[in-house]
């Protein structure tokens, strides 16, 4: 029974914090009550059911991180070697939801019993949002992207409904459907066509930060400027015009029920509008970080063909095979800000919830952000650009002598 049940219980070290950790908050109740003769208070147990809370949230993305081959590298390049198949279970443990699941999450549920201070559907709530936050990321990338988009507007829903744990919890528990259907449709793509973020040496590191250094990043430095830049280089990323569309229209409903959820928490007293007008320089410095990594893409190592004093010297203003560049990231600061100021004077009021008018500036700015033009790649090799240095951690490199490369392989 022991070890069934350890096959999905996280390691002994995360075991024992959270045990002492929730028998600290115990002891301090007791200790006000018993000692002290004092009536405690709800602020212990809140943050007592907030530790449980924590930890079944942690437990369910540990079952999908600790099992599923996409993140772990070692683990999945392995699986690649061996004829492994869908129809048989994995080796490490499954991503499924399993019976010891069910145990596990009761005894947190139990836990938080004992002075109920919120919602006991709120720890498998807790379980399954982490747990289904976790299958929608990698089903992305393993080739099963209707169900990754159906359970990321699914779990939008849940935070919409947050404050009625049942209703939240029954959308959850229905969410877990496509989910599965979307991990065996994955497994059966196996080996995927991993990102190459999910290859990175920096990303290896992570998973196995006390091994050896990975030789392949400095061997590909090793040419220095100007040849590195002009080795042959995997195709920049980009993002089809469905993904664009359906990613723009993700965050947009996070946002409404973000918003919806604070604005009915808030009460009928309360104005909504002020959610609106305190939301606008919000989604405009989300924006703004958007736009400061579209131009960062394309302009990092590329700058115009002439300096800031030659355009104005030379009348040449505008450039438009470099400026096209940022024509994307400034549309998508000031177009948003406009429409919304828009909808909020002209359409009459009540007509429009406020929490609709919060997601109309991050849809249509993130819209603009993912597939405006020009193409990333387009731009790299037509763009009316020079191509610099960009930052080095070394300035000035040294000469391409045997003793360099010899230096370089020690690493």
Not at 32 to 41: D, I, K, M, Q, S
Request: aromatic residues 12%; hydrophobic residues 50%; proline residues 9%.
């Amino acid at each position: 029974m022991r070890r069934w049940l350890r096959v999905v219980l996280p390691g002994s070290e995360v075991l024992a914090i959270f045990l002492g950790v929730y028998a600290l908050f115990e002891a301090f109740y007791w200790f006000e009550r018993v000692v002290l003769g004092a009536v405690p208070g709800q602020e212990l147990t809140r943050i007592r059911d907030l530790v449980v809370l924590a930890a079944a949230v942690h437990y369910g993305l540990a079952r999908v991180t600790r099992f599923h081959p996409l993140y772990d590298n070692s683990y999945r390049e392995w699986l690649e070697k061996t004829p492994w198949t869908a129809a048989r279970p994995l080796p490490v443990g499954p991503v499924h939801l399993v019976p010891q699941d069910a145990i596990v999450v009761l005894g947190l549920t139990l836990m938080t019993l004992p002075r109920l201070a919120s919602h006991p559907a709120m720890v498998p709530l807790g379980f399954l949002c982490g747990y289904l936050a976790a299958q929608a990321l990698s089903l992305w990338p393993t080739g099963a992207k209707p169900f990754a988009y159906a359970v990321a507007f699914g779990l939008g829903l849940v935070v919409r409904f947050w404050s009625m744990p049942l209703v939240a919890l029954g959308i959850a528990a229905a969410l877990y459907v496509p989910a599965y259907l979307g991990l065996r449709h994955s497994l059966r793509r196996f080996p995927w066509d991993v990102p190459g973020f999910f290859r990175l040496s920096w990303w290896k590191s992570l998973q196995n930060p006390t091994g050896e250094h990975d030789l392949q990043g400095p061997r590909q430095q090793i040419l220095g400027w100007p040849y590195d830049r002009l080795t042959p280089r995997p195709d920049p990323p980009s993002i089809s015009g469905l993904d664009a569309s359906l990613i723009s229209l993700l965050a947009g409903w996070w946002i409404y029920a973000i918003a919806a959820f604070f604005i009915d928490a808030a009460g009928a007293a309360a104005q909504p509008q002020v959610f609106v007008w305190w939301l606008v320089p919000v989604s405009f410095g989300l924006l703004a970080i958007g736009a400061g990594i579209r131009s960062t893409l394309y302009c990092w190592a590329h700058k115009p063909p002439i300096s800031v004093w030659g355009r104005i010297r030379t009348f040449r203003w505008i450039i438009p095979g470099y400026d096209r560049a940022v024509m994307a990231p400034a549309a998508a600061l000031v177009l948003p800000q406009v429409a919304l100021l828009i909808a909020a004077l002209v359409l009459p009021h009540g007509l429009v919830s406020p929490a609709v008018l919060c997601a109309l500036p991050v849809t249509i700015g993130l819209l603009i952000l993912l597939s405006g033009q020009p193409p990333l790649r387009r731009w790299l090799l037509t763009g009316q650009h020079r191509i610099v240095p960009g930052y080095t951690k070394n300035k000035t490199l040294p000469a391409l002598t045997g003793d360099y490369f010899d230096e370089v392989i020690e690493i």
